[in-house]
């Protein structure tokens, strides 16, 4: 159990303690008419408050709803002294009478944010506070109970004079509470009517309640100082009291409601995202179909190219040099100087085969990358490329054949497409390594305006690199050369 918790434990049984002391002085008031009544209203009215109050502050702890909640139901209970018979108990009973109201005041105008928003605001509740604890102490030292209508109350234990200037102070915080109770009631309207759609169930059952107990306060008011009858103060403040003990339930409505909001924006904002992700799940699972379909396809190609190079190349030059050796034997008695002519042109088709076969397995994959790496490779490549290039930087260590392979070939196919279409002057070459992946760049200054789309190679690039994780990128704005970029994860 926490410390916070255990506190507010602590709170609720003073809370139960206080109150039940409450209700002796009340039960046994000679001065406190219905008795029923009165217990009923202050014991409802206060523990209501203060059991709110502690679960709001227990779910809430860093909002202030809590803790001003209780505040109300402690001050209510200890209005409650009021009704003592002991002119000390009375007499601090007086002294909080009326600050419930002014926390009241406080709590309304700033729910549901627990702040004090603008000037109004501040001036208000500043207002309320002045009212019911500078004010009331000075009534307390001039007021006369029984001058006050108080039949029954034991004396002041503390009065000064004859009790005039505790009407005067008394009509002082009738005329000032007034304007302020309706001031309150305007804002606490106007913060619901500009509240947002989603805010407003949390805000109508309190602001609602608040609201109709602060026209009651405000009718009683007007009947005190307007010389109405007293049955009509009487009242209008019972209807006050009796809607001012409803609003602990309309707090912990405005707080369920609130969570069930809270709870729904989030199911909302998941079901939002589940959806996004399926949604994005199923592009990527389409987008690996069609690369999966894309590669099988190259292969097909590929193998049919490796066919068909192998049977119009070396396969050829093969049949011919077989050719060749048969001639080469049936004249090599009768005629050894012809003989050796036709060894010599089969060995010239035994070179021109064997070279064309390395270059077919150079397309295929270069010895060269596995057994001296991939700046030997490209340098290579660079000696081969009819357009200039220059390898800027490689790295200095050897990459996981994978990866090294997948740069090789983006950069043969880059090249590649230099020296067929792009009419450059030169071309540059860099391969770097950077926080976990292996980044490409080959650059030419010629006309611009590939499109990866409109062939095959750089789309089979595409699919090579994004085999790895990996991402392809082409710049190619016309008249401005081109840029191929790879960047592919490497461990």
Known sequence: MTSLRRALIALGLAAFAIGLGTLALILTSDHESPRGLAASLTLSTGWGFVITGLFA??????????????????????RGLEASNNSVVFTIGALGLT????????????????????????????VAYFITVVLQAFWVLFADPEREG?????????QIGNGSVGEAISTIQGLIAIPLIAASVAVVYSHWRNSPPSERPVLRPVLATGGVAFVF????????????????????????????ACLPIAFLVG????????????????????????????????????????IVE??????????????????????????????????IEADPEGAAELLDEAMEELSEATRELR????????????????????????????????????????LPAPVESATYFVIAEALTNVARYAGAEAATVRVTRDNGAVEVEVRDDGVGG??????????????????????????????????????????
């Not at 097909?300 to 034997?329: I, K, N």
């Open 217 to 244: 306060l405000l009718i009683q008011l007007g009947a005190g100082q307007a010389g109405l009858p007293e049955q009509v103060e009487l009242f209008a403040f019972v209807a006050a009291i009796a809607v001012f």
């Open 150 to 158: 108080c039949d029954g109350c034991p004396e002041s234990a503390v």
């Open 57 to 78: 502050w227990d779910r809430r702890p860093g909002s202030r709803t809590g803790p001003l909640m209780t505040a109300i139901g402690f001050t209510w209970l200890f």
């Open 450 to 491: 590939a499109d990866p789309a409109a062939g095959t190679g750089l789309r089979g690039l595409e699919d090579r690199v994004a085999a790895l994780e990996g991402r392809l990128a082409v710049t190619s704005p016309e008249g401005e050369g081109t840029t191929v970029r790879a960047r592919i994860p490497c461990a």
């Open 298 to 331: 190259a292969g097909y190609e590929e193998r049919r190219r490796v066919e068909r190079d192998l049977h119009d190349g070396a396969q050829q030059r093969l049949v011919a040099l077989t050719m060749s050796l048969r001639l080469v034997r049936s004249k």
């Open 359 to 398: 270059e077919l397995a150079r397309g295929i994959h270069p010895a060269v990358l596995s057994d001296r790496g991939l700046e030997a490779a490209l340098s290579g490549l660079a000696d081969r490329s009819p357009v200039p290039v220059e390898i800027v930087e490689t790295p200095p260590e050897r």
């Open 99 to 126: 600050l419930p109201f002014a926390i009241l005041v406080h709590l309304l105008i700033t729910f549901p944010s627990d702040r004090i928003q603008g000037r109004l605001q501040g001036a208000l509740v500043a």
């Open 255 to 294: 707080l369920l409601r609130s969570r069930i909001g809270r709870a729904e924006e989030i199911r909302t904002a998941l079901t939002a995202e589940n959806a996004q992700l399926t949604a994005e799940l199923q592009a990527k699972v389409e987008e690996l179909r069609a690369s999966r379909t894309r």
